[in-house]
């Protein structure tokens, strides 16, 4: 097997422009994301048990579910009752909501680390509920969250080549289709792997330098 880096490089302008699709379908599944799963947290503590059971029964269907048929489910079940999604939004709306379940469990764990007398300071001081969620819980409870959250958001960047299966333009599905017409899958698919790591690997390493920062700041 031989690597032609001609061709890589004639493929490469496709490929990018593929990735910018990949892109877009992260920060748009990323922000529902973030969105749903601090909502799903919020109703996992409502006092209202119909909420909560609602609540955490969708979170559960959506973690014990593959992100795979919840995309077959939107893009190609969803039109049999009229309710017809362009792909990528499709895709960004299966990454979101898939996403948005495991978030829910890590702002969870970040509320539920913030100190019972935060609670009673509250209390004392005869804050309504929101604001004591805005101004007491919330900035105490998200700063140790953000490296766990941004886990998230890289696992969701990589997810994004299952788009292909819906027909979203991303990057995988442009090496796929370059590699349909040209018979050759080596290239395509090598230069989409490392497009994906010259993205990924920075990403994790400012995660893991905010994780050190936040646990220092906590000692």
């Known amino acids: 097997m031989t690597f032609d880096f001609d061709f890589a490089l ?6 990018v422009r593929g990735f910018a699709i990949t892109i877009q379908a992260t920060v748009g599944g990323s922000v529902l994301a973030l969105a ?9 503590r409502s006092e209202n048990r119909l ?15 593959p992100l795979l ?15 017809v999604i362009p792909p990528i939004w499709a895709g960004i709306l299966a990454l979101g909501l898939h996403s ?15 100190p019972k007398g935060q609670w009673e300071a509250a209390l004392a001081l005869n804050y309504h509920p929101v604001q004591t969620w805005r101004r007491v819980i919330l900035p105490q409870a998200i700063p140790p969250m953000v490296p766990a959250l941004g886990n998230y958001v890289v696992l969701m960047f990589k997810e994004t080549a299952l788009l292909a299966v819906i027909t979203v333009p991303e990057a995988m599905n442009t090496a796929r ?5 040209t018979y050759q899958y080596t290239e395509p698919v090598t230069v989409v792997g490392i497009l994906y790591l010259l993205i990924s690997i920075p ?17």
């Open 10 to 15: 004639q493929v490469l302008p496709d490929l």
């Open 100 to 114: 948005s379940a495991y978030m829910s469990e890590v702002y969870r764990a970040g509320i539920e680390a913030v």
């Open 177 to 181: 289709d370059i590699g349909n017409s």
């Open 69 to 83: 048929v919840q995309l077959f489910f939107i893009f190609y079940v969803l039109p049999d009752v009229g309710i």
């Open 203 to 219: 990403v994790v390493l400012a995660l893991r330098f905010i994780e050190r920062r936040v646990h220092q700041e906590a000692a």
């Open 51 to 65: 909420l909560r059971v609602c609540s955490g029964s969708a979170s559960e269907f959506l973690r014990r579910t």
């Open 36 to 44: 749903l799963g601090l909502a799903f947290a919020l109703a996992n």
